[in-house]
C-alpha cells in the first residue's frame, strides 16, 4: 500500500479546516496524515486542536524579524528550514494570514496549497467572505464560493485543483453565509488534498 501523504498544515486562528483534515485522516477518507502545525498566532485555537490529536506544534512570529529590522525573505527562509526537515508531501495552507514569497515556495515546489473561501478570481486577500456578502447586498453578484489552488507569488490565485459555488440567498444574514461557506470549505479542502496527493504520486518514477 502507499505510505500516507505527509501533511504540514499551517494556520492562523481557529482551525475548523485543520480539524476537517485532521478528522478525514483519522476516519481513513483521506490517506494522509498530519505531521506538524504551524502558526503565526500564538493564541490560535488551531495549536489547541493539533495538540489535542497529539501532532507537533511550531509556533512561528513574524514579530521578532521585524523588530531586527529583517524583512519578510529572512521569515520565509527561516520558515522553509524548519519544515523542511518534515519532508512534507504537501504544505496546506488552511486559514494561514501570511503572504509567502518565492523564498519559501521554491523550496517546495508544487506542493503548496491555498484554501481561500472565494471563486478564482473573485475577491483575493482578506474578508473575502464579508466582501462577496457585501456584493450580493449591493446585487453585484448571485453567488460566491471558494477554492484550493496551487500557491504562487501572486495572492489568492494560481492553479485551481478544486472549487465549489456557495449560493447566496436574500434572507442571508453574514453568520448563516459563512456558515454555508466553511461546510464547503472543509468538503473541498480534503478533496483538494487528495486530488494534489494523486498528481503528485502519478510523477513519481
Ligand atoms: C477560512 O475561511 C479560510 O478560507 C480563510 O480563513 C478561514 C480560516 O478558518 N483563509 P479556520 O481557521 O480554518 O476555521
Excluded at 520558515?79 to 519532508?87: C, E, N, S, T, V
Amino acid at each position: 500500500m502507499e505510505p500516507r501523504g505527509r501533511l504540514v498544515v499551517m494556520i492562523s486562528g481557529f482551525g475548523s479546516n485543520l480539524q476537517a483534515i485532521l478528522d478525514a485522516c483519522r476516519e481513513g477518507r483521506l490517506w494522509a496524515e498530519v505531521v506538524l502545525v504551524v502558526s503565526n498566532r500564538r493564541d490560535a485555537y488551531g495549536l489547541i486542536r493539533a495538540a489535542r490529536a497529539g501532532v507537533p506544534t511550531l509556533y512561528f512570529p513574524l514579530r521578532p524579524y521585524r523588530e531586527r529590522g529583517l524583512d519578510r525573505i529572512a521569515y520565509d527562509q527561516d520558515l522553509a528550514d524548519q519544515i523542511a526537515p518534515y519532508r512534507p508531501d504537501l504544505i496546506v495552507l488552511a486559514g494561514w494570514m501570511h503572504i509567502l514569497s518565492s523564498a519559501f515556495l521554491d523550496r517546495f515546489p508544487g506542493r503548496v496549497i491555498n484554501l481561500h473561501p472565494a471563486l478564482p478570481g473573485m475577491f483575493p486577500g482578506r474578508d473575502a467572505i464579508r466582501r462577496a456578502f457585501e456584493a450580493y447586498r449591493r446585487g453585484e453578484i448571485s453567488c460566491s464560493g471558494c477554492m484550493v489552488h496551487y500557491v504562487t507569488p501572486e495572492v489568492d490565485a494560481g492553479p485551481v485543483l478544486v472549487q465549489a459555488e456557495v449560493p447566496l440567498y436574500p434572507e442571508d444574514t453574514l453568520e448563516r453565509f459563512e456558515a454555508r461557506m466553511h461546510e464547503a470549505e472543509h468538503r473541498i479542502l480534503v478533496e483538494g488534498i487528495r486530488r494534489a496527493l494523486e498528481r503528485l504520486r502519478s510523477c513519481e518514477p
